[in-house]
């Protein structure tokens, strides 16, 4: 059982900058403040896109390398022109994408190389919520299963401890397993 | 009134400083706003026994000698053990005296009571880790109609309305809590956090015993990898009991306690839980095996896997898909069984950091002179049991010594002997008369 940081190890996460992070914002709290952004545009239809490109944090005004553009939109059995994944599966894709980094950057810490991570995630959700239908249905995912393949040297029980940990530190995690609150205003 | 050292807080931590400036011949007082054990007698329910089996009940020069080491001292044993420690010792307890301020006064401290200000050069804050219970904020948001009250208020079941409890908070208070009252009659609900969950015995032997036998509880606290959250990990889902059973949510689920995940928010009659319940329980549960692996490593080493029974791991949790939000309405009371909090409202600022909690370094607090005993922690994991604070309070006396030595090398212009400073030449008598006089009044 490997448990330590060792040299060997390189799953392209730079786990010092990371720690050297946490410690500059235990030192300063407000640099830890980060505001994330995103503007989303109606196209036609069901169809609108996304685009991610400034945030805030550590402090002043930051921008990702390029701007990235998400589409979305409703399938072609709903007559809509499936021009993007649904929202509903980008919050599933937020939500994995969000875990598996987390186990990259956990196995590094524990000195444990990775050679594939697999994520399969499927959720559920009774239409009858958000056709109106039911009012008892919620409009939400009624569950959300997701199931790591990882090929590595570790045991079980260090990968499942990781996959824990992984969720533990988790920002979409929290986002969808809890509440927060929400303001929609229009201007 | 001077003396070397003021102790704040006559319970197992405040004693056991007691007996060790003692036996350095350090002259002091103890200071106890209620009696010896107070919160003991105060803040505890009915049915509650020490987590730790008898044999670990120990305070320096004082052993457990009672015919049952394995078994688990009861609240009322427990207050007895402290008295009757603290008339062994001859502490020089003043009860009845609530301390107002402590003020670092450049050598030593002033402190300030009901009955009067000290002059000291050492303070030791032996107050505890639970001086206040942690009550979450959204506690204000349940409708009115529903009662609720805190593990340190909370005594037994005939306390409680009848209908549903809700108790929020799945470490050794909340599940012993739940557990009474679900046999009581009541149905309850019980909120689970990050939790630690542990078996009462393990091939044969209760867990502490195991523990201390591989060393877990000697880790120190300059040794762990985050001490700042290691302080912070909830107590173990135990309970000490004479048939020894187990008390994890398994346990609780068997007699028709509900478990849901931690509680996230109330809104107008509805409580929203985590959905994040599976990942909660799979962690408790990997940190158990962890654990029992570890034993089971121990034993093998040794080749004593004969000596011991069979290496039978618990049962992983069954996790039912826990309910994400609840119709608060169908609860007639709340316990909030959410952790407790040290509070020094007393102490000096500069004790502090910037978010209100006390600076220390395995109990030596930031200011020359003041020290804190009785911390979860403080400087190993058996700090959190009496038989810890007996050990810490054996180093932190020779830190606190040697700082006395230093005030009284700086203080005297003629070259003292070594070895011998002011305080441990302090007539004693002064005290035992300051002591007895304010004990008259």
Known sequence: MTTTESPTVDNGVNVEALLGARQALTDAPEAAQFQWRATCEWVNGTHSRSVIHEFSGLGQEQQHRTAYSIDADHPEIFASADNGATPPEIALVALASCITAGVATVATHRGIQLRSVKANVRAGMDLQGILGIDGDVRNGFNGIKITYEIDSDASKADIEALVAQAQKRSAVFDAIANPTTIAVEVI | ?441
């Open chain 2, 1 to 441: 009134m001077r003396v070397s050292v003021v102790v704040i807080g006559a319970g197992p931590a405040g004693l056991a400083m007691s007996s060790r400036l003692t036996a350095k011949s350090i002259d002091h007082v103890v200071l106890e706003r209620g009696e010896v054990a107070h919160s003991w007698h105060a803040e505890r329910w009915d049915s509650l026994r020490l987590l730790t089996p008898n044999w670990m009940r120990r305070l320096p020069g004082s052993g457990y000698t009672g015919g049952d080491p394995d078994g688990f001292s009861t609240k009322d044993e427990t207050i007895e053990f402290l008295g009757r420690y603290q008339k062994q010792i001859d502490a020089p307890l003043l009860p009845g005296v609530t301390v107002k301020g402590v003020r670092a006064a450049d050598p030593g401290f002033e402190v300030v009571t009901d009955q009067g200000p000290w002059e000291c050069e050492a303070v030791v804050a032996a107050t505890g880790g639970m001086t206040e219970p942690r009550v979450p904020e959204l506690s204000s948001a349940l409708p009115p109609g529903i009662r609720q009250l805190n593990a340190l208020e909370y005594r037994n079941p005939g306390q409680i309305d009848e209908g549903e409890v809700l108790v929020v908070g799945a470490a050794a208070s909340g599940t012993q809590i739940a557990h009474e009252l679900q046999v009581a009659g009541r149905q309850v609900t019980i909120a689970v956090g990050g939790h630690v969950r542990l078996p009462r015995t393990y091939r044969g032997r209760d867990i502490y015993w195991w523990m201390n036998e591989i060393g877990r509880l000697e880790e120190r606290w300059d040794e762990v990898d985050d001490i700042g959250r290691a302080r912070l990990v909830p107590s173990p889902q135990l309970t000490g009991t004479d048939d020894r059973r187990t008390l994890d949510l398994n346990a609780l689920i068997d007699i028709g306690v509900e478990p849901v995940a931690k509680l996230m928010a109330v809104n107008g009659r509805r409580a929203q839980f985590s959905g994040s319940f599976a990942n909660l329980v799979a962690g408790a549960d990997l940190k158990q095996n962890r654990l029992l692996a570890e034993i089971d490593a121990h034993v093998a080493e040794r080749g004593l896997d004969d000596v011991f029974g069979a290496a039978t791991r618990p049962e992983p949790t069954r996790v039912a898909t826990a309910a994400t939000e609840l119709d608060v309405s169908r609860f007639s009371t709340v316990i909030w069984a959410t952790g407790n909090r040290p509070t020094w409202p007393w102490l000096d600022p500069a004790a502090f950091d910037h978010r209100r909690r006390v600076i220390h370094d395995g109990g030596v607090g930031a200011i020359p002179g003041l020290y804190f005993l009785g911390l979860p922690f403080l400087r190993r994991r058996l700090s959190s049991f009496i038989d810890g604070i007996g050990r810490d309070s054996g180093e932190l006396v020779e830190h606190l010594h040697a700082h006395l030595d230093q005030l009284a090398t700086h203080r005297e212009s003629i070259p003292g002997v070594p070895g011998l400073s002011s305080s441990v030449r302090t007539p004693e008598k002064s005290v035992a008369r300051a002591v007895n006089q304010l004990g008259q009044r």
